[in-house]
């Protein structure tokens, strides 16, 4: 064994290894993050450092794609926390610079694998920039609503950890405006072309794709990912709801058979208050008239003894209505 190992260790004297980290060290996160290229999970301690750094200040070839012509997005120390989270390669990105050399900013900004940063960047350039056409203003800003963040899946205790606790996910809730308004990507009222649009581009781009619809935390923003997994499955769920809301409109339940005519309804009605009731339009159902009577009765009127006087000579009339039972 001895044999074995000692040219390992005679490697590791030739090999200049980082320098011993000092007691004053803030963190170690910050203390691991200036020697680790994109190679992987850096876990192996200082024999794979021989094997699998051998320029230890190489960027990746990604980072060297990812100039300041396709985004703003400095690079930042590598991240090692607990549970395994954490990346490498790391930057925090800024704003994604169009061709016309204007910008998108990402707000807050994102932290990010390089690789993850650059997929943003390439799909807010290509896919979604082109939108603003079909929008009121120019395109401003990403609603970052979560970029990296040591959890685990859906913030559940115990759960596997999520693609932002490896800095590999962003959840966006929707695009802002030059003008100012955001443009929700899960809300019905926002233009669904462009909803549309956008859920098509994520899920040609991106591995994971959650949106509403598709397991109940992603109703208020839609989640993208680089998750690899088995024969590069890809999850695409988000249901484009219709720009009319879901609910059907309250509407008054069906008369029952039983129900008594309508002029006798409305006398009953009337005899059981004390005050004078206003009549009802002839065609409206008794239900929708208890309930808009029920809401006449909360709003604040006018004080009760001016109601009352005025009550007693002569009921106000309702809007628009031509005539009342009581005179
Ligand atoms: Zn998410």
């Excluded at 230890?56 to 926390?81: F, M, N, V, Y």
Aim: charged share 25%; aromatic share 2%; hydrophobic share 30%.
């Amino acid at each position: 064994m001895l044999t074995l190992s000692a040219p390992g260790a005679e490697a590791r004297e030739r090999i200049p290894l980082p320098q011993p980290r000092p007691a004053t060290a803030p963190q170690p996160e910050r203390a691991a993050a200036t020697d680790k290229p994109d190679v992987g999970e850096p876990n192996g301690g200082p024999q794979q450092a021989e094997t699998a750094a051998p320029q230890p200040q190489a960027p990746s070839a990604c980072r060297l794609a990812l100039t300041e012509q396709i985004a703003i997005a400095p690079s930042i120390p590598d991240i090692t926390g607990p549970g395994g989270c954490g990346g490498t390669d790391l930057v925090k990105l800024e704003a994604v610079v169009l061709p016309d050399g204007s910008r998108i900013a990402v707000t807050p900004a994102a932290i990010l694998r390089c690789p993850m940063a650059s997929a943003l960047a390439e799909w807010v350039r290509t896919d979604v920039a082109p939108l603003a056409s079909s929008l009121e203003s120019r395109l401003a800003a990403l609603d970052n609503f979560d970029s990296y963040e040591c959890r685990g899946r859906n913030r559940q205790r115990g759960a596997k950890l999520s693609e932002h606790g490896k800095a590999n996910a962003i959840d966006i809730r929707g695009l802002k405006l030059a003008s100012g308004r955001l443009v929700s990507l899960t809300d019905p009222v926002s233009p669904r072309g462009v909803r549309e649009s956008v859920r098509q581009s994520m899920c040609d781009r991106f591995a994971t794709v959650l949106g509403p619809g598709s397991d109940g935390y992603h109703e208020d923003h839609i989640h993208i990912d680089l998750a690899q997994r088995r024969n590069d499955y890809r999850m695409c769920q988000w249901d484009v709801h219709e720009p009319m809301p879901q609910i059907a409109p309250l509407l008054p339940a069906p008369r029952p058979d039983e129900a008594p005519p309508r002029e006798v309804a409305a006398d009953q009605r009337q005899d059981s208050n004390r005050l004078p009731q206003q009549a009802q339009p002839e065609n409206a159902p008794p239900e929708q008239a208890e309930s808009e009577q029920g809401e006449q009765a909360a709003q604040p009127g006018p004080p009760p003894a001016a109601k009352q006087s005025k009550a007693k000579a002569k009921p106000k009339k309702p809007r628009g209505e031509r005539h009342s039972e009581r005179r």
